[in-house]
């Protein structure tokens, strides 16, 4: 069988995706690399995690998870069934908290359970020379999910999103030592880094699809003795609208009139992206009749023309 990604990250199969976000953020902290050390296990464990969060938190990849559970339990009750861990290949896991100094061995591959000891890793050999602690270390690039209004995503905009990251201690300026007693930093214990709140601003292109993940350069995690900052990664997902649906470049309005102004006709007042606006209901019109308004829906190749506003009537019941 493939990774039970909901043990891993101690859920239920029926858990929300709200409460398998929150559990991810709790395990994510605990065994983040910069809170233990840089310790090998824990990073495995991390990376494993956040495996198990990437496929959970997507519907169309859980839904192919979930299909892929049931029939490798079914493969397992048949005769001549090859059971456990045959047919499944299982999923990669994401980038999100990766160190950019090892971005060249991103195989995959973590098969051992995320909370099973791992073997510690043999003594370097003698001819081998241990990493320098000083040497520039590149910061861990960060990802996260950021929620946006629909208007923002169709149009374009600007939003401020503010999230936790590591940053070189300011008391000693990032060398772990107080320079006045030779001793461990008390901020920082000595692990040259604290974990500070930070506030940007995001610009958000116009017309941005959703589920698509924007990088800011240099945003992330800050590198140790020098190194580059890390990554900033966002990955947008649009606020579903108490009246707008957007479908492509176009956006869908449900209004509702009433049975005289469907008969007879006149005017009615839609709410648009960021305006509102009059238009002429025509008379004799039925439910499910669209009033389509050119150039009025979401960006198109980030804002140089845009999609259609349609309005599809509903006539109330008398």
Same mark, same amino acid.
């Given at each position: 069988?493939?990774?039970?990604?909901?043990?891993?990250?101690?859920?239920?199969?029926?858990?929300?995706?709200?409460?398998?976000?929150?559990?991810?953020?709790?395990?994510?902290?605990?065994?983040?690399?910069?809170?233990?050390?840089?310790?090998?296990?824990?990073?495995?464990?991390?990376?494993?995690?956040?495996?198990?969060?990437?496929?959970?938190?997507?519907?169309?990849?859980?839904?192919?998870?979930?299909?892929?559970?049931?029939?490798?339990?079914?493969?397992?009750?048949?005769?001549?069934?090859?059971?456990?861990?045959?047919?499944?290949?299982?999923?990669?896991?994401?980038?999100?908290?990766?160190?950019?100094?090892?971005?060249?061995?991103?195989?995959?591959?973590?098969?051992?359970?995320?909370?099973?000891?791992?073997?510690?890793? *043999?003594?370097?050999?003698?001819?081998?020379?241990?990493?320098?602690?000083?040497?520039?270390?590149?910061?861990?690039?960060?990802?996260?999910?950021?929620?946006?209004?629909?208007?923002?995503?169709? @149009?374009?905009?600007?939003?401020?999103?503010?999230?936790?990251?590591?940053?070189?201690?300011?008391?000693?300026?990032?060398?772990?030592?107080?320079?006045?007693?030779?001793?461990?930093?008390?901020?920082?214990?000595?692990?040259?880094?604290?974990?500070?709140?930070?506030?940007?601003?995001?610009?958000?292109?116009?017309?941005?699809?959703?589920?698509?993940?924007?990088?800011?350069?240099?945003?992330?995690?800050?590198?140790?003795?020098?190194? *580059?900052?890390?990554?900033?990664?966002?990955?947008?997902?649009?606020?579903?609208?108490?009246? @707008?649906?957007?479908?492509?470049?176009?956006?869908?309005?449900?209004?509702?009139?009433?049975?005289?102004?469907?008969?007879?006709?006149?005017?009615?007042?839609?709410?648009?992206?960021?305006?509102?606006?009059?238009?002429?209901?025509?008379?004799?019109?039925?439910?499910?009749?669209?009033?389509?308004?050119?150039?009025?829906?979401?960006?198109?190749?980030?804002?140089?023309?845009?999609?259609?506003?349609?309005?599809?009537?509903?006539?109330?019941?008398?």
């Amino acid at each position: 069988m493939a990774r039970n990604y909901y043990k891993i990250l101690g859920v239920t199969a029926k858990a929300t995706a709200k409460e398998i976000k929150k559990k991810y953020r709790t395990l994510a902290l605990k065994y983040h690399p910069d809170t233990n050390n840089n310790s090998k296990q824990a990073e495995d464990r991390f990376k494993i995690i956040a495996e198990a969060y990437e496929v959970l938190s997507n519907d169309k990849k859980r839904a192919t998870y979930d299909q892929d559970r049931v029939y490798e339990r079914s493969r397992e009750t048949q005769p001549g069934g090859r059971g456990p861990g045959s047919g499944f290949k299982g999923y990669g896991y994401s980038d999100f908290g990766s160190n950019r100094s090892n971005r060249s061995n991103r195989s995959g591959g973590f098969h051992q359970d995320p909370f099973e000891g791992a073997r510690r890793p *043999p003594p370097p050999r003698e001819e081998e020379q241990a990493p320098d602690p000083n040497a520039p270390t590149a910061g861990f690039d960060l990802q996260f999910m950021v929620d946006v209004d629909l208007p923002t995503v169709a @149009l374009g905009g600007k939003i401020t999103y503010s999230y936790d990251k590591y940053v070189n201690c300011a008391d000693c300026a990032g060398s772990g030592v107080d320079e006045e007693t030779e001793k461990p930093c008390e901020e920082c214990g000595g692990k040259k880094q604290v974990i500070k709140s930070v506030t940007i601003e995001v610009k958000i292109p116009p017309g941005v699809a959703d589920q698509y993940t924007l990088k800011l350069d240099q945003k992330g995690g800050d590198g140790k003795n020098g190194g *580059p900052p890390g990554d900033l990664h966002l990955k947008i997902c649009t606020i579903k609208h108490p009246t @707008l649906k957007r479908v492509m470049n176009d956006i869908y309005s449900e209004v509702f009139i009433s049975r005289e102004l469907a008969e007879e006709g006149g005017p009615v007042e839609v709410e648009m992206l960021n305006s509102t606006k009059t238009i002429q209901v025509e008379e004799g019109t039925l439910t499910g009749e669209e009033f389509r308004i050119s150039g009025q829906g979401a960006a198109i190749l980030w804002g140089k023309k845009r999609g259609d506003f349609i309005v599809r009537f509903h006539v109330e019941e008398t």
